[in-house]
């Protein structure tokens, strides 16, 4: 009886003294994440915001003192708004990590880390003209017909922009089709616009056709889309080689200033800013998306990612 008595005296005690220990750890814990709190501003490519949106909700609940500020452009806007208005954030999160590479490193941002991949898609509608005969064959003929009116973004904004270019040059190359680079560099310039997640909008009201996309964000809009021959859709890094024999040219920061464009297979960047407010917290945020957590975010929203 004696010896039942003690064990049991020694477990009340162990439990109340490992119980201790863990309230003492929680403890340490809300104090630990009590210290995150303040803006975290993030300049993001459009085809990023949705994923964002939900990383940026998981991350405020556990650190209740923070704000993420999501501000989303086309990639090249994004690098301007530092480069040419000095505008101050935290993060840059690019559609195309040559972006950060060539417009922000060294003087903005030391290191650029590759997280995602993408590809491009034509995006349609039930009431798109001939959207019962389009195919992944077929799409050239048909966005050439006066009738139709399709939509791009601006290649000297939005990395999608200037991946549509290099589409159509792949496209010449790998169909034989002479001069269907040119003809619709031509063909309804009025609906460019800045980034291309701003064509979605055109299409729901029917004033377009189809819309050259990332597959990603179609599939996020619930969009209907035709999926390309790898060969032109700049998915696989395997056919590197052949995307690079095309390339565009866009506005670099300064006025009479270019960039060249290679193609090649889409890789997104993700890059910390020297001049960051709130350094810390940014930095927690920064991690949060290369987590596995923000890694599976990517994917549950259609974003391939890279390791």
């Known amino acids: 009886m004696n010896k039942i008595l003690f064990f049991a005296t020694f477990f009340i005690f162990s439990f109340h003294a490992c119980n201790n ?173 800045p980034k291309a997640i701003d064509l979605i909008a055109l299409l729901d009201a029917k004033a377009l056709d189809y819309i050259f996309e990332y597959r990603s964000v179609a599939e996020q809009h619930n969009l209907k889309y035709i999926k390309l021959n790898d060969s032109i859709n700049l998915s696989n890094p395997e056919l590197s080689e052949f995307y690079n024999t095309v390339e565009v040219k866009i506005k670099g920061n300064k006025n009479n200033n270019y960039i060249k464009i290679r193609g090649e297979s889409m890789i997104y960047g993700i890059t910390l800013l020297k001049n960051a407010d709130n350094k810390k917290t940014t930095k927690e945020f920064f991690n949060f998306v290369l987590s596995e957590r923000g890694s599976q975010i990517l994917k549950k929203n259609g974003q391939r990612t890279i390791k």
Not at 141 to 169: F, H, M, Q
Not at 174 to 189: A, E, M, Q, R, V
């Open 21 to 193: 220990i863990n309230n003492k750890e929680t403890a340490k814990k809300t104090v630990q994440d009590s210290e995150l709190s303040g803006n975290v501003t993030v300049f993001l490519a459009g085809s990023l915001f949705v994923p964002f949106k939900e990383m940026k909700s998981e991350f405020e609940k556990l650190h209740p003192e923070v704000k993420i500020l999501l501000e989303p452009a086309g990639s090249v806007t994004c690098a301007r708004k530092i480069t040419d208005l000095k505008r101050k954030c935290g993060i840059m999160a690019s559609a195309d990590y040559t972006i950060i590479n060539k417009m922000l490193i060294p003087e903005y941002a030391d290191t650029c880390y590759n997280f995602a991949s993408n590809e491009m898609v034509i995006s349609y509608s039930d009431f798109s003209k001939y959207s019962e005969y389009i195919n992944s064959n077929n799409w050239m003929d048909i966005l050439s017909k006066e009738d139709v009116i399709y939509g791009r973004a601006d290649p000297n904004s939005d990395p999608c922009g200037y991946r549509t270019v290099l589409l159509w040059k792949l496209s010449e190359k790998f169909y034989n089709k002479p001069s269907f680079c040119d003809s619709l560099l031509l063909k309804d310039i009025r609906y460019i616009r």
